[in-house]
């Protein structure tokens, strides 16, 4: 598939919640993590999403949040994906950020270089990639 979406994740179907508007899909990745994606439950009905499907996550990298540090908190963003930074590559205003994850794929993320400066952001250090649930998209096979 061509897209636009840097983060293109291949799982699989490993949980799914019907409500009256809305549906949560659980995709589980090869390394272990989950990604929790919330989409409207006519698109898991017009994709024929259920339980064991092979699906495709796509979060788009300025969707990604970086988080060095969560000191004594919990957030609400059900997506919290750890792993070892990479890459970072700086731009004029931006910089993408590379993060491993646990089953070697890769999640980026773009962020300011402000915010790469304030968290000291570098190669080899621990982060994790948080998003909403809401930021995932889904793809099947036709």
Avoid at 23 to 52: D, M, N, P, R, W
Avoid at 58 to 85: H, M, W
Wanted: hydrophobic share 45%.
């Amino acid at each position: 598939m061509k897209t636009s979406a840097r983060n293109q994740f291949n799982g699989t179907v490993t949980d799914l919640r019907i409500g009256t508007v809305n549906a949560e899909v659980h995709v589980g990745l090869a390394g272990g993590e989950t990604i929790v994606a919330s989409v409207t439950k006519e698109s898991v009905e017009t994709l024929g999403i259920k339980t064991g499907l092979s699906v495709i996550a796509l979060v788009k990298a300025p969707q990604i949040i970086i988080i060095s540090d969560f000191g004594s908190y919990k957030i609400s963003a059900r997506n919290q994906l750890a792993g070892t930074i990479t890459e970072v590559k700086h731009g004029p205003v931006n910089a993408e950020i590379d993060i491993e994850l646990k089953g070697g794929q890769k999640i980026a993320a773009t962020v300011t270089n402000d915010s790469v400066e304030a968290l000291g952001l570098q190669k080899g250090q621990i982060a994790t990639a948080v998003f909403k649930a809401g930021a995932v998209l889904l793809a099947v096979p036709s």
